[in-house]
C-alpha cells in the first residue's frame, strides 16, 4: 500500500535519472473532430516534455496522449452515422493522432481505451478496487449529464431557461436512477487530503483549494453504468449486467501507458495536463481510486484556461470553430505552436483566438526573427567584421543574453509558458535594436563586428531555447547559424561577458549555414480564411519595421 507524501521539485527539475520523466495530456473524447483547444492541450504537454528532454538529456522523456473512445456518447453518435461504434471510433481517433502528427507533438504513446492492454489494465485496476474493500453494489440516483457522462449532486445544478444544468459546464442533466457499483470516496479522505495539501499537487492555486474543500464533504461515486443502457465499454468482471464507468475506465489510460499492471518504471506522472473543465476528475476522483489501489497520486495536476474566438466561447452553432489543421496549414505548425504558447500560455486565463493576432504574432516571428537571421549573413556585412575589441560590449545585451537561459528555465518550471516566450522573445527585439543602432549595412559604417556577434548569439540563444516550442522553426534557424547538433543544448544555451569572443567561428558558421539555406525562414503566407488578405512576412525591410496585411 503506497502512503508515503513528499514535497514535489519543480516540474522540470530530475529526481531520478532511472525514473523517466511522464507527462500527459487528457485523452480526448471521440464524439467530435479536433478543435483548437485540443491542440493548445497536446502542444502544452509536448512543450514541457522537449523542455524536460533539452534540459536533462540523460532522463528519458515519456509522453502520452490518446482517446477516450467509451461511453454513451460514443453509442450514441455510431448509432447517429449508422456505423458500428469500432469504426466510428476508428474513424475519428485517427483525426487526433493526424493533428498530433501534424503539430508535430513528439508523443511516446497514443493510447486508445479500445485497445486490449488498456481493458487488460481497467480489469486489473477493479480487482484492486474490490480487495481494497472500497467499492460496493447498490442503488444511485442523481442528476446524470449524457454530455458530462457523470452524475451531479442537488447542489451541483441550477435551472436554466426553463432546463436543468450542471452548474460547471452549463450542460443539460436529467434525473435517473440505476443500481450500479459505487465507490467510497469518503474512505480516502484523509490520503486525499494529505495529497492536496501539497501547494504542487494540483495548479492552479485557486483550484487546489476549491478541491480542498469539496474532499471535506464527498459522496460516494457511481463508477459504473448498467450494461442495458450503457454497451459501449469494459464489462464489470463478474458482472455482466454493468458496464464500467467511463471515467473510471478513461482515467487509467494514464497507468496503462505506464505499464499496468505490470511495472511501471515511468510513474507516478510528473504532471497530467488537463482542461479546467476536467480537473475534478483528474485531481479529486483519479487520485482516491489510485490510493484505493495501493498506488501513488500523479506528482501535479496543471489545470490551463479555454480559448474563445474573438471574445466568445467557441461553438458550432456560432460558427466561430477554429479549425487548427487550416492554421497550420496556412502559417506553419510551429508558428501556430509558437502563437498558442505565448498567447495562451498564461494558463490560468482564458485565451482569446482571432485571425489578427494570429496574423500579428507570424509578423513578430518573420520580422524580428527572421530577418535578423537574414540580414546577420549577409555577405556585405559578414565583410565588415574585424577582430573583437571589447570596448564594443553592450551592457543591456550582455546581461540580458547571460540570464536568458536561467530565466526561461525558471519560468516553464512555474508553468509560465507565456512568459517564457516573451523572455526569448525580449531578447531578439533588444538584438534587432542594437543592430538598428550599429547600421552594419551603411557603407559609412567600416566595422560591424559588435553588431554581427550580438545578433548571432541573441539568435543561438533564442532558437536553442526555442526547439522545445517549434521544434522545426528553432531547427532550421540553428541550421542558418551553423551551431553543430551537439551544441544545441541547455548547457550550451549561454553567453559569458568574460570570455573571448571568436569572431571568425562565427562568420565561418554564417557562411556556412547561409550556403545551405533554402529560402526563407517564415516566409510569405497566405491565408485563405480571412477574404485572401495575405500576410507579408517582414524578411527584406530594417528591423521594426511595419507589416500590413495587403488585399490582393
Not at 526569448?424 to 560591424?448: K, L
Not at 545551405?516 to 524578411?539: C, I
Request: include cysteine; hydrophobic fraction near 40%.
Amino acid at each position: 500500500m503506497w502512503t508515503e507524501f513528499r514535497k514535489a521539485p519543480s516540474v522540470l527539475e530530475q529526481t531520478s535519472k532511472r525514473k523517466p520523466f511522464y507527462a500527459t495530456t487528457p485523452i480526448f473524447y471521440v464524439n467530435a473532430s479536433p478543435h483548437i483547444g485540443h491542440l493548445h492541450s497536446l502542444v502544452l504537454t509536448d512543450v514541457f516534455t522537449r523542455f524536460s528532454a533539452l534540459l536533462h538529456s540523460d532522463r528519458e522523456a515519456v509522453m502520452a496522449t490518446g482517446t477516450d473512445e467509451h461511453g454513451l456518447k460514443i453509442q450514441q453518435a455510431a448509432a447517429a452515422r449508422g456505423v458500428p461504434e469500432r469504426e466510428f471510433c476508428d474513424d475519428v481517433s485517427e483525426r487526433f493522432r493526424h493533428l498530433a502528427d501534424q503539430a508535430n507533438v513528439n508523443y511516446t504513446d497514443f493510447i486508445r481505451t479500445s485497445e486490449p492492454r488498456h481493458h487488460r489494465a481497467v480489469e486489473a485496476f477493479w480487482a484492486k478496487l474490490v480487495a481494497s474493500g472500497d467499492i460496493y453494489k447498490g442503488s444511485h440516483e442523481g442528476w446524470y449529464s449524457v454530455s458530462d457522462e457523470c452524475f451531479y449532486s442537488a447542489t451541483q445544478v441550477t435551472e436554466r431557461d426553463g432546463k436543468t444544468v450542471a452548474i460547471e459546464t452549463g450542460n443539460e442533466v436529467v434525473w435517473e436512477v440505476e443500481e450500479n457499483w459505487k465507490f467510497r470516496l469518503s474512505n480516502r479522505r484523509e490520503g486525499l487530503e494529505r495529497w492536496l495539501s501539497r501547494p504542487e499537487s494540483v495548479w492552479p492555486e485557486s483550484h487546489r483549494r476549491d478541491l480542498l474543500r469539496q474532499a471535506a464533504d464527498m459522496q460516494d461515486l457511481s463508477i459504473s453504468r448498467p450494461t442495458s443502457r450503457l454497451h459501449w465499454g469494459v464489462p464489470v468482471p463478474g458482472d455482466a449486467s454493468q458496464t464500467i464507468y467511463v471515467w473510471v475506465d478513461a482515467l487509467v489510460n494514464y497507468i496503462t501507458v505506464a505499464g499496468y499492471p505490470g511495472e511501471m518504471r515511468a510513474w507516478p506522472a510528473d504532471v497530467h495536463v488537463v482542461g479546467k473543465d476536467i480537473v475534478r476528475f483528474h485531481a479529486l476522483h483519479w487520485p482516491a481510486l489510485l490510493l484505493s489501489a495501493g498506488l501513488p497520486p500523479p506528482t501535479r495536476v496543471l489545470a490551463h484556461a479555454h480559448w474563445t474566438m474573438e471574445r466568445s466561447k467557441m461553438s458550432k452553432s456560432r460558427g466561430n470553430v477554429v479549425d487548427p489543421l487550416a492554421v497550420m496549414g496556412a502559417y506553419s505548425a510551429d508558428a501556430v505552436r509558437w502563437f498558442l504558447m505565448r498567447h495562451g500560455g498564461a494558463l490560468p486565463s482564458d485565451a482569446d483566438y482571432s485571425a489578427d493576432s494570429m496574423r500579428k504574432s507570424y509578423s513578430e516571428l518573420a520580422g524580428m526573427v527572421g530577418n535578423l537571421a537574414n540580414r546577420v549573413a549577409n555577405k556585405a556585412i559578414l565583410a565588415k567584421v574585424l577582430d573583437w575589441d571589447d570596448a564594443e560590449r553592450d551592457a543591456r545585451l550582455d546581461a540580458r543574453l547571460s540570464h536568458l537561459a536561467t530565466k526561461v528555465a525558471k519560468r516553464v518550471g512555474r508553468y509560465e509558458i507565456a512568459r517564457a516566450c516573451e523572455e526569448i522573445m525580449d531578447v531578439v527585439v533588444e538584438a534587432n535594436r542594437f543592430f538598428t543602432i550599429r547600421q552594419p549595412w551603411n557603407p559609412s559604417v567600416i566595422n560591424s563586428t559588435s553588431a554581427v556577434v550580438y545578433a548571432y548569439t541573441a539568435l543561438r540563444l533564442a532558437a536553442t531555447l526555442a526547439q522545445p516550442i517549434m521544434p522545426t522553426k528553432a531547427g532550421e534557424l540553428l541550421d542558418r547559424l551553423g551551431v553543430p547538433a551537439f551544441e544545441r543544448t541547455y548547457a550550451h544555451a549561454h553567453w559569458d561577458p568574460a570570455a573571448p569572443v571568436d569572431v571568425a567561428a562565427i562568420v565561418g558558421r554564417l557562411q556556412a549555414g547561409k550556403e545551405s539555406a533554402v529560402g526563407q525562414l517564415f516566409p510569405r503566407v497566405r491565408d485563405e480564411s480571412t477574404d485572401g488578405a495575405s500576410v507579408l512576412a517582414n524578411t527584406t525591410g530594417r528591423p521594426g519595421r511595419s507589416v500590413k496585411a495587403a488585399k490582393t
